[in-house]
Protein backbone atom coordinates (compact mmCIF):
# COMPACT_ATOMS: atom_id res chain seq x y z
CA UNK A 1 0.00 0.00 0.00
CA UNK A 2 1.47 3.16 -0.92
CA UNK A 3 1.40 6.20 1.26
CA UNK A 4 1.67 9.86 0.94
CA UNK A 5 5.32 10.52 1.52
CA UNK A 6 6.50 13.48 2.06
CA UNK A 7 8.12 16.92 0.70
CA UNK A 8 11.73 17.62 0.93
CA UNK A 9 13.49 20.51 -0.79
CA UNK A 10 10.77 21.59 -2.55
CA UNK A 11 10.26 17.69 -4.03
CA UNK A 12 7.67 15.35 -3.50
CA UNK A 13 9.03 11.95 -2.50
CA UNK A 14 6.46 8.83 -1.98
CA UNK A 15 7.27 5.50 -0.19
CA UNK A 16 5.60 2.53 1.07
CA UNK A 17 4.06 2.59 4.34
CA UNK A 18 5.76 -0.11 6.23
CA UNK A 19 2.44 -2.27 6.93
CA UNK A 20 4.09 -5.78 6.46
CA UNK A 21 7.40 -4.52 8.67
CA UNK A 22 5.35 -3.50 11.22
CA UNK A 23 3.11 -6.52 11.87
CA UNK A 24 6.31 -8.68 11.79
CA UNK A 25 7.98 -5.95 14.17
CA UNK A 26 4.75 -6.01 16.34
CA UNK A 27 5.13 -9.87 16.62
CA UNK A 28 9.04 -9.25 17.66
CA UNK A 29 7.96 -7.03 20.35
CA UNK A 30 5.46 -9.62 21.86
CA UNK A 31 6.52 -12.89 20.91
CA UNK A 32 10.80 -12.36 20.63
CA UNK A 33 11.10 -12.36 24.16
CA UNK A 34 15.02 -14.01 23.85
CA UNK A 35 15.19 -10.27 23.04
CA UNK A 36 14.38 -8.31 25.04
CA UNK A 37 17.49 -5.65 25.01
CA UNK A 38 16.96 -5.07 21.30
CA UNK A 39 13.47 -4.71 21.29
CA UNK A 40 13.30 -2.19 23.52
CA UNK A 41 16.34 -0.14 21.76
CA UNK A 42 15.12 -0.73 18.44
CA UNK A 43 11.31 0.33 19.93
CA UNK A 44 12.86 4.00 21.37
CA UNK A 45 14.48 4.33 18.42
CA UNK A 46 12.12 4.29 15.59
CA UNK A 47 9.61 6.31 18.01
CA UNK A 48 11.85 8.45 19.18
CA UNK A 49 12.73 9.08 15.87
CA UNK A 50 9.42 9.43 14.84
CA UNK A 51 8.47 12.31 17.32
CA UNK A 52 11.91 14.20 16.27
CA UNK A 53 10.56 14.18 12.36
CA UNK A 54 7.70 15.64 13.74
CA UNK A 55 9.64 18.79 14.21
CA UNK A 56 8.02 21.86 16.21
CA UNK A 57 4.93 19.70 16.11
CA UNK A 58 6.05 17.49 19.15
CA UNK A 59 5.61 19.94 22.02
CA UNK A 60 9.15 18.90 23.36
CA UNK A 61 11.09 19.21 20.41
CA UNK A 62 12.31 22.38 21.27
CA UNK A 63 13.52 20.87 24.65
CA UNK A 64 15.57 18.44 23.13
CA UNK A 65 16.92 21.19 20.45
CA UNK A 66 18.17 23.22 23.08
CA UNK A 67 19.34 20.77 25.60
CA UNK A 68 20.48 17.77 23.69
CA UNK A 69 23.93 18.32 22.14
CA UNK A 70 24.18 17.96 18.10
CA UNK A 71 20.19 17.91 17.80
CA UNK A 72 20.90 21.80 17.03
CA UNK A 73 23.30 20.43 13.85
CA UNK A 74 19.42 19.13 12.07
CA UNK A 75 18.84 21.38 9.26
CA UNK A 76 15.70 19.12 8.50
CA UNK A 77 14.06 17.52 11.52
CA UNK A 78 11.81 15.36 9.08
CA UNK A 79 14.87 13.26 8.35
CA UNK A 80 14.66 11.76 11.51
CA UNK A 81 12.13 9.51 9.83
CA UNK A 82 14.83 7.20 9.05
CA UNK A 83 15.26 6.77 12.71
CA UNK A 84 11.83 5.35 12.77
CA UNK A 85 12.33 3.25 9.48
CA UNK A 86 15.20 1.24 10.78
CA UNK A 87 13.56 1.05 14.14
CA UNK A 88 11.14 -0.91 12.39
CA UNK A 89 13.19 -2.76 10.11
CA UNK A 90 15.26 -4.34 13.12
CA UNK A 91 11.85 -5.61 14.78
CA UNK A 92 10.16 -6.87 11.75
CA UNK A 93 13.57 -8.54 11.32
CA UNK A 94 13.29 -10.22 14.80
CA UNK A 95 9.85 -10.64 14.13
CA UNK A 96 10.48 -12.62 10.84
CA UNK A 97 13.12 -14.47 13.18
CA UNK A 98 10.27 -16.28 15.19
CA UNK A 99 10.00 -18.77 12.30
CA UNK A 100 13.07 -20.15 13.06
CA UNK A 101 15.25 -20.07 9.51
CA UNK A 102 18.63 -18.62 9.62
CA UNK A 103 18.00 -16.56 6.52
CA UNK A 104 15.20 -15.10 7.36
CA UNK A 105 16.15 -12.01 9.12
CA UNK A 106 19.02 -10.92 7.86
CA UNK A 107 16.80 -11.27 4.41
CA UNK A 108 14.06 -8.99 6.08
CA UNK A 109 16.32 -6.47 7.38
CA UNK A 110 18.25 -6.04 4.48
CA UNK A 111 14.72 -5.65 2.30
CA UNK A 112 13.21 -3.54 4.68
CA UNK A 113 16.29 -1.03 4.93
CA UNK A 114 16.70 -1.23 1.36
CA UNK A 115 12.86 0.28 1.37
CA UNK A 116 13.62 2.61 4.10
CA UNK A 117 16.14 4.47 2.13
CA UNK A 118 15.14 3.78 -1.31
CA UNK A 119 14.09 7.00 -2.02
CA UNK A 120 15.77 9.14 -0.28
CA UNK A 121 16.48 12.37 -1.77
CA UNK A 122 20.29 12.24 -1.87
CA UNK A 123 20.43 8.85 -2.81
CA UNK A 124 18.33 8.64 -6.04
CA UNK A 125 19.50 6.76 -9.10
CA UNK A 126 22.08 8.68 -10.41
CA UNK A 127 20.59 8.34 -13.99
CA UNK A 128 17.69 10.50 -13.32
CA UNK A 129 17.37 13.99 -15.17
CA UNK A 130 17.24 15.70 -11.87
CA UNK A 131 19.86 13.62 -9.82
CA UNK A 132 22.45 15.63 -8.43
CA UNK A 133 25.17 13.54 -10.52
CA UNK A 134 23.37 15.06 -13.55
CA UNK A 135 23.56 18.34 -11.60
CA UNK A 136 27.07 18.53 -10.73
CA UNK A 137 27.91 17.18 -13.54
CA UNK A 138 26.39 20.02 -15.79
CA UNK A 139 27.51 22.49 -13.27
CA UNK A 140 31.47 21.81 -13.27
CA UNK A 141 32.41 23.74 -16.46
CA UNK A 142 31.86 27.12 -13.56
CA UNK A 143 34.50 24.82 -11.51
CA UNK A 144 36.96 25.09 -14.44
CA UNK A 145 36.19 29.19 -14.78
CA UNK A 146 36.61 29.86 -11.04
CA UNK A 147 39.55 28.36 -10.52
CA UNK A 148 41.15 29.45 -13.62
CA UNK A 149 40.89 33.12 -12.07
CA UNK A 150 43.58 34.95 -9.91
CA UNK A 151 44.08 35.94 -6.59
CA UNK A 152 41.92 35.04 -3.64
CA UNK A 153 38.07 35.58 -3.42
CA UNK A 154 34.82 33.82 -2.40
CA UNK A 155 31.75 32.99 -4.59
CA UNK A 156 28.29 33.14 -3.72
CA UNK A 157 25.87 30.72 -4.83
CA UNK A 158 21.85 30.76 -5.50
CA UNK A 159 20.87 27.86 -3.30
CA UNK A 160 18.14 27.15 -5.27
CA UNK A 161 20.07 26.58 -8.22
CA UNK A 162 22.70 25.12 -6.19
CA UNK A 163 21.52 23.37 -3.40
CA UNK A 164 24.81 21.40 -2.41
CA UNK A 165 28.47 22.47 -1.01
CA UNK A 166 29.99 23.84 -4.75
CA UNK A 167 32.99 25.14 -2.79
CA UNK A 168 34.17 22.09 -0.46
CA UNK A 169 33.58 19.59 -3.81
CA UNK A 170 35.90 21.55 -5.92
CA UNK A 171 37.94 23.38 -3.62
CA UNK A 172 36.77 27.05 -3.94
CA UNK A 173 36.08 29.26 -0.97
CA UNK A 174 32.41 29.91 -0.92
CA UNK A 175 30.47 31.99 0.70
CA UNK A 176 27.32 30.00 2.80
CA UNK A 177 25.96 26.92 1.36
CA UNK A 178 24.63 24.28 3.72
CA UNK A 179 26.14 23.99 7.35
CA UNK A 180 25.06 22.76 10.24
CA UNK A 181 25.78 25.93 12.41
CA UNK A 182 27.93 29.41 11.90
CA UNK A 183 29.65 31.63 14.07
CA UNK A 184 27.28 34.11 15.38
CA UNK A 185 29.54 37.05 14.48
CA UNK A 186 29.38 36.19 11.04
CA UNK A 187 25.85 35.43 10.66
CA UNK A 188 25.09 38.77 11.99
CA UNK A 189 26.90 40.44 8.81
CA UNK A 190 24.33 38.41 6.50
CA UNK A 191 22.81 40.70 4.21
CA UNK A 192 24.72 43.81 5.07
CA UNK A 193 26.21 45.94 2.58
CA UNK A 194 29.80 45.46 3.49
CA UNK A 195 30.09 42.39 3.65
CA UNK A 196 30.97 41.48 0.53
CA UNK A 197 34.10 44.12 0.88
CA UNK A 198 35.02 42.25 4.32
CA UNK A 199 35.05 38.85 3.14
CA UNK A 200 35.65 38.93 -0.96
CA UNK A 201 32.67 37.66 -2.41
CA UNK A 202 33.94 39.10 -5.48
CA UNK A 203 31.49 36.46 -8.06
CA UNK A 204 28.11 35.42 -7.95
CA UNK A 205 27.06 31.84 -9.24
CA UNK A 206 23.10 32.00 -10.34
CA UNK A 207 20.31 32.64 -12.96
CA UNK A 208 20.14 36.73 -11.99
CA UNK A 209 22.79 39.42 -10.69
CA UNK A 210 21.86 40.17 -6.81
CA UNK A 211 23.70 43.82 -7.38
CA UNK A 212 23.77 46.09 -10.33
CA UNK A 213 27.37 46.40 -10.35
CA UNK A 214 27.52 42.59 -10.76
CA UNK A 215 28.64 42.01 -14.92
CA UNK A 216 28.15 38.74 -16.37
CA UNK A 217 31.57 37.19 -17.17
CA UNK A 218 30.42 33.14 -18.20
CA UNK A 219 28.07 31.29 -18.78
CA UNK A 220 27.51 27.78 -17.94
CA UNK A 221 25.95 24.70 -20.30
CA UNK A 222 23.94 24.52 -17.10
CA UNK A 223 21.82 27.59 -18.11
CA UNK A 224 23.28 29.61 -15.05
CA UNK A 225 25.80 32.77 -15.09
CA UNK A 226 28.61 33.43 -13.55
CA UNK A 227 28.59 37.44 -11.85
CA UNK A 228 31.43 39.39 -10.93
CA UNK A 229 31.98 42.40 -8.92
CA UNK A 230 34.71 44.74 -10.47
CA UNK A 231 34.50 46.57 -7.02
CA UNK A 232 35.46 43.81 -4.91
CA UNK A 233 39.25 43.60 -3.92
CA UNK A 234 41.30 40.76 -1.93
CA UNK A 235 39.97 40.76 1.52
CA UNK A 236 43.09 41.49 2.83
CA UNK A 237 43.93 45.32 4.03
CA UNK A 238 45.16 47.64 6.59
CA UNK A 239 43.71 49.39 9.30
CA UNK A 240 44.70 52.17 11.49
CA UNK A 241 43.43 54.40 13.62
CA UNK A 242 45.05 57.25 12.05
CA UNK A 243 46.01 57.90 8.03
CA UNK A 244 49.37 56.95 7.12
CA UNK A 245 51.38 58.73 4.32
CA UNK A 246 52.68 56.47 2.26
CA UNK A 247 50.78 52.82 0.85
CA UNK A 248 51.17 49.41 1.74
CA UNK A 249 51.87 45.75 0.17
CA UNK A 250 50.36 42.88 1.03
CA UNK A 251 50.40 39.65 -0.59
CA UNK A 252 48.99 36.28 -0.17
CA UNK A 253 51.65 33.49 0.35
CA UNK A 254 50.40 30.46 1.12
CA UNK A 255 46.29 29.65 1.98
CA UNK A 256 45.02 26.38 3.37
CA UNK A 257 42.18 25.63 5.58
CA UNK A 258 43.92 25.64 8.73
CA UNK A 259 47.40 27.90 8.06
CA UNK A 260 47.10 31.13 5.99
CA UNK A 261 50.64 33.14 5.56
CA UNK A 262 50.66 36.96 4.42
CA UNK A 263 54.02 38.82 3.62
CA UNK A 264 53.08 42.52 4.31
CA UNK A 265 55.70 45.68 4.01
CA UNK A 266 53.86 48.21 5.99
CA UNK A 267 54.89 51.84 5.66
CA UNK A 268 53.13 52.66 9.02
CA UNK A 269 52.56 50.49 12.32
CA UNK A 270 49.07 48.93 11.94
CA UNK A 271 46.97 45.96 12.19
CA UNK A 272 46.44 43.69 9.27
CA UNK A 273 43.39 42.29 8.67
CA UNK A 274 42.08 38.69 6.55
CA UNK A 275 38.99 39.04 5.50
CA UNK A 276 38.44 35.40 7.56
CA UNK A 277 35.61 35.04 10.18
CA UNK A 278 37.37 36.06 13.54
CA UNK A 279 36.80 32.31 16.01
CA UNK A 280 38.45 31.72 19.05
CA UNK A 281 41.74 29.12 18.24
CA UNK A 282 43.09 30.92 15.66
CA UNK A 283 46.52 31.78 16.58
CA UNK A 284 49.21 34.44 14.63
CA UNK A 285 52.79 35.36 14.59
CA UNK A 286 54.46 38.13 13.33
CA UNK A 287 58.19 36.91 12.37
CA UNK A 288 57.67 33.88 14.49
CA UNK A 289 56.45 35.93 17.41
CA UNK A 290 53.56 35.04 18.70
CA UNK A 291 51.08 37.85 18.81
CA UNK A 292 47.38 38.25 19.87
CA UNK A 293 44.41 37.74 17.21
CA UNK A 294 42.25 40.79 17.66
CA UNK A 295 38.84 41.17 15.64
CA UNK A 296 37.54 44.24 13.38
CA UNK A 297 34.52 43.73 11.90
CA UNK A 298 33.91 40.04 12.75
CA UNK A 299 36.56 39.44 11.04
CA UNK A 300 40.22 38.73 12.40
CA UNK A 301 43.41 40.59 12.66
CA UNK A 302 46.81 41.33 13.68
CA UNK A 303 49.43 44.25 15.20
CA UNK A 304 52.55 44.71 13.10
CA UNK A 305 55.16 47.47 12.98
CA UNK A 306 56.23 49.21 10.25
CA UNK A 307 58.29 47.13 7.63
CA UNK A 308 58.28 43.74 5.59
CA UNK A 309 57.16 40.79 7.78
CA UNK A 310 56.13 37.49 7.54
CA UNK A 311 52.57 37.34 9.26
CA UNK A 312 51.09 33.85 9.86
CA UNK A 313 47.26 32.86 11.00
CA UNK A 314 46.53 29.02 12.45
CA UNK A 315 44.24 27.17 13.67
CA UNK A 316 45.25 25.64 16.99
CA UNK A 317 41.96 25.38 19.41
CA UNK A 318 42.33 24.43 22.36
CA UNK A 319 39.29 21.82 22.94
CA UNK A 320 40.60 19.63 20.04
CA UNK A 321 43.73 19.32 21.33
CA UNK A 322 41.95 18.42 25.07
CA UNK A 323 39.46 16.19 23.47
CA UNK A 324 42.47 13.85 21.73
CA UNK A 325 44.42 14.21 25.14
CA UNK A 326 41.39 13.06 27.36
CA UNK A 327 40.33 10.31 24.76
CA UNK A 328 43.39 8.78 24.53
CA UNK A 329 43.87 9.06 28.84
CA UNK A 330 40.48 6.87 28.86
CA UNK A 331 41.53 4.47 26.06
CA UNK A 332 44.68 4.00 28.18
CA UNK A 333 42.89 3.12 31.51
CA UNK A 334 40.38 1.16 29.92
CA UNK A 335 43.48 -1.10 28.68
CA UNK A 336 44.99 -1.07 31.64
CA UNK A 337 41.90 -1.99 33.60
CA UNK A 338 41.10 -4.82 31.00
CA UNK A 339 44.87 -6.33 31.37
CA UNK A 340 45.00 -6.14 34.68
CA UNK A 341 41.69 -7.79 35.31
Not at 26 to 32: E, K, M, P, T
Not at 82 to 93: F, K, R
Not at 287 to 313: K, L, Y
Request: aromatic share 12%.
Amino acid sequence: MEGRGYVFNGRAHTTVTPGLPLILGGLGLVFGHGYWAPNLVMTLCGLGGLLLALGKDFPPYWLIYRFVPMVEKAREPAMAIVLAQVGIAVLAALGASLWRRAWIAPLALGLFLGEAVYDAPRLARFDRPGSYTAMIQGQADIAEYLKAQPGWFRVDFDDSDVPYNFGNLYGIEQFGGVGSSLPVRTHRMLGRAETPRLFGIRYRVARQPSDPAQEEVFGSRSGLKVYRDPRIAEPLWTWRDTPCGAPDRLRVVSRAPEVFVVEAELACPGLVVAGDSYYRGWQARVDGERRPVQEVDSVRAVRAGAGRHAIEFRYRPASVYWGFGLTLLGFSMAAFFCLRG
